[in-house]
């Protein structure tokens, strides 16, 4: 079955670093489009970036130059570089699969979603 599972999250000041893995597994990964969310205390689950299969990537304004989003298909991996870390950055961060193909249905497609990463930064 699809499993995704992130880690790398953790406590840091803010203008300090992390980098966040998700570790892909259950589907042919290198067909399918990835993307990291972000989900903080009171708020809506919001994009934070996503990268096709082809590699091409696209970021939301507020993380725009300081987040860096990649991925190795050969370890079935994709990662999220957090810089210059805001204390509006703490969120739980999930690793997202958006239409992954059925492997018994024909035409079905589904989204998965990890179990999240808490990132917390402090001022």
């Known amino acids: 079955q699809v499993r995704l599972v992130e880690s790398g999250g953790g406590l840091v000041q803010a203008g300090g670093s992390l980098r966040l893995s998700c570790a892909a597994s259950?589907?042919?990964?290198?067909?399918?489009?990835m993307a990291w969310y972000r989900e903080a205390p009171g708020k809506l689950r919001e994009l934070v970036a996503s990268?096709?299969?082809?590699?091409?990537?696209t970021y939301a304004d507020s993380v725009k130059g300081r987040f860096t989003i990649s991925r190795d298909n050969a370890k079935n991996t994709m990662y999220l570089q957090m810089n210059s870390l805001k204390p509006e950055d703490t969120a739980v961060y999930y690793c997202?699969?958006?239409?992954?193909?059925?492997?018994?249905?024909?035409?079905?497609?589904?989204?998965?979603w990890g179990q999240g990463t808490q990132v917390t930064v402090s001022p």
């Open positions: 997202n699969a958006p239409g992954v193909p059925n492997a018994i249905v024909r035409g079905v497609r589904t989204t998965y």
């Open positions: 990268i096709t299969s082809g590699g091409t990537t």
């Open positions: 259950g589907f042919i990964f290198s067909l399918n489009a």
